[in-house]
């Protein structure tokens, strides 16, 4: 089971930080990601990572702003959201690729099998 935390309202420019806890499995070999879908909107890629070696991908639209990371001792993945916009407003999903796919797969939500409750993240203007 996978368990999203951290969203909330933030101010435009503003930071946050989600957190993405498994329980009953270890995540090593997998590839977990972050998804987010805003209002109207299809659910979009936003980052992963490579839990062996921790290997990142972020799509074009939060590189530079967003960091995604890994706790070992702890099986929780973060997402670090910088700089943070009103068009990051979404519902924030994480996922689990027990297989551990690479890019650009990692972009497919087809490539999860596995997925959080979402946790909402608001950006005000």
């Known amino acids: 089971q996978l368990q999203a935390s951290g969203g909330g309202l933030v101010q435009a420019g503003g930071s946050l930080r989600l957190s993405c806890a498994a329980s009953?499995?270890?995540?090593?070999?997998?590839?977990m990601g972050w998804f987010r879908q805003a209002p109207g909107k299809e659910r979009e890629f936003v980052a992963a990572?490579?839990?062996?070696?921790?290997?990142?991908y972020y799509a074009d639209s939060v590189k530079g702003r967003f960091t995604i990371s890994r706790d070992n001792a702890k099986n929780t993945v973060y997402l670090l959201m910088d700089s943070l916009k009103p068009e990051d407003t979404a519902v924030y999903y994480c996922a689990a690729d027990p297989k551990g796919r690479v890019a650009p797969l990692t972009d497919s939500e087809m490539a999860y099998d596995y997925w959080g409750q979402g946790t909402l993240v608001t950006v005000s203007s």
């Open positions: 009953g499995s270890f995540l090593s070999g997998h590839t």
């Open positions: 990572i490579r839990w062996s070696g921790g290997v990142t």
